[in-house]
């Protein structure tokens, strides 16, 4: 007899649930047009995502050619821009609620955490219908630091009850797998998303998928047998 070796399950929500390069898009050039900044390309955006919309306003206005003394203005930009548009150029992956339907149906806890700030992310969540998997949602803003830093998924990790060895990690990117293997968590990553244009292949990874559905529990690390 198998026994199932997790207990929680942390999940990322930019690039591994939800496809949002349009929305940063729109959010940020509408930003940067308010400032008479041009705009930036949709390459430079998926490089750029996935440490924190301050990282992301900070090297936006960089690149556009903006005064780093604009950061404040383009935030209160930003934030009302990304709220008046948040999910309506977004796209739940193929995959992505088969996959988290087979997480509940293995009794897994599931907590989304994301560097992109709480409000927006469980805005976002709601918008697509997937705000009723999680029992918990942290962002950015939630800790006192942001993955690749280890606290938020070892503060998610007890906030489920779980310990981090069976607690599993899904994400897209580097700062995911920096912050699962510090934390001591398993890793799985997509093959998709925004892992600053580079492949995933290589981080440290316990399996690598194409869809979220296709993550299997038993091989992923050693299982438990009773």
């Given at each position: 007899?198998?026994?199932?070796?997790?207990?929680?399950?942390?999940?990322?929500?930019?690039?591994?649930?939800?496809?949002?390069?349009?929305?940063?898009?729109?959010?940020?050039?509408?930003?940067?047009?308010?400032?008479?900044?041009?705009p930036v390309?949709?390459?430079?955006?998926?490089?750029?995502?996935?440490?924190?919309?301050?990282?992301?306003?900070?090297?936006?206005?960089?690149?556009?050619?903006?005064?780093?003394?604009?950061?404040?203005?383009?935030?209160?930009?930003?934030?009302?821009e990304y709220?008046?548009?948040?999910?309506?150029?977004?796209?739940?992956?193929?995959?992505?609620?088969?996959?988290?339907?087979?997480?509940?149906?293995?009794?897994?806890?599931?907590?989304?955490?994301?560097?992109?700030?709480?409000?927006?992310?469980?805005?976002?969540?709601?918008?697509?219908?997937?705000?009723?998997?999680?029992?918990?949602?942290?962002?950015?803003?939630?800790?006192?630091?942001?993955?690749?830093?280890?606290?938020?998924?070892?503060?998610?990790?007890?906030?489920?009850?779980?310990?981090?060895?069976?607690?599993?990690?899904?994400?897209?990117?580097?700062?995911?797998?920096?912050?699962?293997?510090?934390?001591?968590?398993?890793?799985?990553?997509?093959?998709?998303?925004?892992?600053?244009?580079?492949?995933?292949?290589?981080?440290?990874?316990?399996?690598?998928?194409?869809?979220?559905?296709?993550?299997?529990?038993?091989?992923?690390?050693?299982?438990?047998?009773?």
């Amino acid at each position: 007899m198998t026994l199932l070796r997790f207990d929680a399950a942390i999940v990322d929500l930019d690039g591994t649930l939800v496809d949002t390069l349009g929305d940063f898009e729109v959010a940020l050039n509408c930003t940067l047009a308010a400032l008479a900044l041009p705009p930036v390309g949709r390459a430079f955006i998926e490089r750029t995502i996935g440490k924190g919309s301050e990282h992301l306003i900070r090297s936006t206005l960089a690149a556009a050619g903006g005064d780093a003394a604009l950061y404040e203005t383009a935030w209160a930009h930003y934030q009302r821009e990304y709220l008046a548009i948040n999910g309506d150029h977004a796209e739940v992956y193929a995959g992505a609620v088969a996959g988290l339907d087979r997480l509940r149906a293995a009794g897994l806890a599931l907590a989304c955490v994301t560097n992109k700030p709480r409000a927006f992310a469980i805005a976002l969540l709601e918008s697509k219908g997937l705000a009723g998997y999680f029992e918990q949602v942290f962002g950015g803003d939630s800790f006192e630091r942001k993955k690749p830093d280890p606290l938020p998924l070892l503060r998610a990790a007890a906030a489920l009850g779980s310990v981090p060895a069976r607690t599993l990690v899904i994400g897209d990117s580097a700062n995911d797998a920096l912050a699962a293997l510090a934390a001591g968590c398993p890793l799985v990553l997509v093959s998709y998303g925004y892992n600053h244009g580079e492949p995933v292949h290589g981080l440290g990874a316990d399996a690598v998928v194409a869809r979220l559905d296709e993550i299997d529990l038993d091989a992923v690390g050693p299982a438990q047998r009773g």
